[in-house]
Structure formats: structure tokens, C-alpha cells
């Protein structure tokens, strides 16, 4: 029997998914054990790091704050357009 732990950190999962992502991880990962199972150990190791790799760059994309710090740079502008208007001149200069 295998136990594959889900650290909170890299991955996290709500409690009510739990049996949804076990029901994934058995039936993905029954099929990819095997086939690392094949590999020479340095292989092996070289997949485990990707693997750890690409979780922690899916954690990072779900879990980054979006920045506005453009807000309000427009404002001077809010007096000669409307927020349509101002859509339109930036797709304009864009060549949208």
C-alpha cells in the first residue's frame, strides 16, 4: 500500500476535496509509479525534483495577489472621457 501525503504548503486542499483528489492521485499516480518505478534511482530523483518543481510553480500562480498599483493613474483624464472612451483610445494606440 502507498500513502501519499499533500503538503498544505506547496498544494492547498479544502477538506471537501479530499476524496476527489485521492480518487485522482490513485488513478494518475498508480500509472506514473509504475513507469518511475523503471527508472534508475538518479532518474527518479531528477522526477521527484520536477515534479515538487511544478507544484510549487501552480501554488505561486494560485496564491499571488494582483497589484494595482496603476490605479488611479488615469484620474486627471476622468474629466475630458468616459471609462468607455478611455478603452477605446488605449486599444487605439495599442492597434488592437
Not at 515538487?52 to 475630458?80: C, I, S, T
Request: proline share 5%; glycine share 2%; aromatic share 8%.
Amino acid at each position: 500500500m502507498r500513502i501519499y501525503v499533500i503538503d498544505p504548503q506547496i498544494a492547498p486542499v479544502k477538506e471537501t476535496d479530499i476524496k476527489r483528489v485521492e480518487a485522482c492521485i490513485y488513478e494518475n499516480m498508480t500509472t506514473l509509479a509504475e513507469f518511475v518505478e523503471q527508472l534508475p534511482p538518479d532518474i527518479q530523483r531528477e522526477v521527484k525534483d520536477f515534479a515538487e518543481f511544478l507544484l510549487k510553480k501552480r501554488a505561486q500562480k494560485k496564491h499571488e495577489v494582483p497589484v494595482f498599483d496603476w490605479e488611479g493613474a488615469l484620474k486627471d483624464l476622468a474629466e475630458q472621457y468616459t471609462s468607455v472612451e478611455l478603452q477605446h483610445e488605449i486599444s487605439r494606440m495599442r492597434g488592437d
